[in-house]
């Protein structure tokens, strides 16, 4: 990094220190440290329990909510209710009981229609049909003599980031907080992916009794936004056996071949495209590493992806979720730069040669190792109880501490997030990808193994690089971005001393540079030496004066 462009950084935080007072009070305002910790497991559970307890209930408008809940109370109490719409206005209504066996005994008093095109199927998913003898209720769901307790301003649908008003707030860091307030993934929507993994496990219950299905992947690991894809695995629950019963199952023995997992993968994509409601465009995807079952859940409005093994994707998520919930600045830089990348298609929905939202987050993440926020991985291995011990059954130790509030580290790092996000831009656009591994597990570099563009050790598989599938093109564009990224901060907050997020999100603008970069070119085709990234990028005055340096040198 160049002397200019630090000297000009200092000021620019100095100048920002001075604004900061308001900025810190509303971060330590965050609720979300390692203290309110939950345990992993402890949400699991919880929120199954939830999806045990509820069904959902199709509505032809938003009137019919006051009548379906009149219709659905004389099955037992109810808990909550949520209305939500989807495009196409598809009215649905989420409602939980407080006990499972009213949505029991709501499932053995509801009917199937007389179609024999319709196979009939019990599950959570259920329609409300109009009440033809009685005048529906024109009564708002708002109307206060409906004294249920209606949950109200939650989406499905994710908000356009240009509408949620980050212009409105003049402080980087809280337009970070208000982008991850507005765009992460809310009550409602955990709720229903729970259901859709429930949906599974019902369907499967009658042959395989020990199978639960389990959401991963962002829908639990605290990184997940409104309407990213659910990451659903099928998986033998944990169970002692009775070694007093002399009665035993007969069994069929199944070599855990990939064969077998192929197998399985078409049988369940036959079940979930033939019989199971709301799972439409199933596509079976046996020859991935991991095969699944890619399909849409129609009444959710979003897109499923089902594997039948993959334990250590689950143990993968708790380790992503106690980083999330470590210290209150991970979430919202996990969340930008995740939205960063989506906005100037550095990621892509469908997989390819390109970054993946699950390697940048591994990157934030090591950067908060740097920055000593979040604590490197071998940490929470020596610290693991004995009830902390997992092995797969494939035979990987993800065996680390799962309650992270046991650490009793103190956070001495007081960076605020907009400090952070610089930092993010500037570590990584003066990283050498060429060189260097990424490990979390050491929290800090260790040299390639192998070739590959980018290498970011996988944190349970340690033999393993999460991101063998970026091209060498693509980590270019990578750094390009970053480098772009860190230069719009930064000039923005040294001319303004203020920074629209917004602007962040429109990348590097070939347009706006071409001349800097004819320039350059220029120049450095005169000193007779190869063009680099570094020079396209460093301002103006650094390149004449390392053109200057090189031609002194040779
Ligand atoms: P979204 O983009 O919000 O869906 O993030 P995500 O974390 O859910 O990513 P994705 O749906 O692509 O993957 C789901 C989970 O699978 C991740 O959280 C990881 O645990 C795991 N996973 C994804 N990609 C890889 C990979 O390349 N290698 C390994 N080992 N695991 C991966
Ligand atoms: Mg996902």
């Known amino acids: 990094m160049n002397k200019t462009y630090s000297l000009r950084r200092l000021c620019n935080l100095h100048k920002h220190l001075l604004k900061q007072h308001r900025v810190i009070r509303y971060e330590s305002n965050t609720s979300n440290d390692i203290n309110s910790f939950v345990l992993y497991d402890k949400f699991i559970c919880e929120r199954r329990s939830q999806s045990k307890c509820s069904v959902l209930v199709q509505v032809s408008s938003e009137n019919s909510c006051s009548d379906l809940y009149s219709y659905c109370s004389k099955y037992g109490l109810i808990k909550n209710i949520f209305h939500y719409k989807l495009a196409g206005s598809n009215h649905f209504v989420l409602t939980e009981f407080e006990d499972q066996s009213s949505v029991n005994s709501l499932l053995d008093q509801s009917t199937h ?17 109009s009440n033809a003898s009685k005048n529906n209720s024109k009564l708002s769901i708002v109307d206060n003599k409906f004294n249920f307790p209606f949950q109200a301003n939650q989406t499905m649908i ?12 003049d402080s980087l860091s809280n337009q970070m907080l208000l982008l991850l307030k507005c765009t992460q993934l809310n009550d409602i929507g955990t709720r229903l992916r729970f259901l859709t993994a429930m949906q599974i496990e019902n369907a499967l219950k009658g042959i395989f009794p020990l199978s639960k299905v389990l959401p991963f992947g962002s829908s639990v690991n605290s990184f997940g936004k409104i309407g990213s894809d659910i990451d659903l695995v099928i998986m033998d629950s944990q169970t002692t056996e009775n070694e007093t019963s002399r009665l035993i199952y007969h069994g069929k023995c199944v070599s855990n071949s990939r064969t077998q997992t192929q197998r399985n993968i078409e049988i369940l994509g036959d079940l979930l495209q033939l019989f199971l409601p709301g799972c439409s465009r199933v596509k079976r995807i046996s020859q991935a590493r991991v095969p699944i079952v890619k399909y849409s859940q ?4 979003v897109e499923c992806d089902l594997a039948v093994s993959n334990e250590t994707a689950v143990n993968m998520s708790e380790l992503l979720y106690i980083f999330g919930n470590f210290d209150y600045r991970v979430r919202p830089l996990v969340f930008t730069v995740k939205m960063w990348a989506k906005e100037i298609n550095l990621t892509n929905d469908t997989p390819g040669r390109w970054i993946t939202n699950f390697s940048l987050t591994l990157l934030v993440l090591f ?36 309650d992270a509030s046991k650490l009793h580290n103190v956070v001495e790092n007081k960076k605020t997030l907009d400090q952070l996000l610089l930092g993010f831009f500037e570590f990584f656009a003066s990283f050498d990808f060429n060189t260097n591994a990424i490990s979390l597990n050491f929290g800090k570099t260790i040299n390639k193994p192998e070739y590959s563009a980018l290498y970011i050790v996988n944190p349970l598989e340690v033999h393993f690089n999460v991101s063998k599938n970026i091209s060498s093109e693509e980590v270019e564009r990578f750094r390009i971005e970053l480098r772009n990224a860190a230069w719009t901060i930064d000039s923005s907050l040294m001319n303004t001393n203020s920074f629209n997020l917004l602007d962040l999100f429109k990348g590097y603008d070939v347009n706006k540079k071409s001349q800097i970069v004819f320039d350059i070119q220029h120049q450095i085709k005169s000193s007779n030496r190869l063009v680099t990234v570094k020079d396209l990028f460093d301002d103006d005055s650094q390149t004449q004066e390392d053109t200057r340096l090189n031609k002194q040198l040779k």
């Open 367 to 402: 950067y908060l190792q740097q920055e000593k926020i979040i604590p490197d991985i071998q940490t929470l291995v020596k610290q693991a109880r004995n009830k902390d011990v997992r092995i797969t059954n494939e035979g990987i130790n993800c065996t680390f501490l799962r």
């Open 158 to 169: 994710e908000p356009n980031i240009k509408d949620i008003g980050l212009d409105k707030l």
């Open 113 to 129: 229609i007389k179609d024999s095109n319709v196979i009939a199927v019990r599950s959570p998913f259920l329609w409300f049909r």
């Open 298 to 301: 129609d009444f959710i409005g």
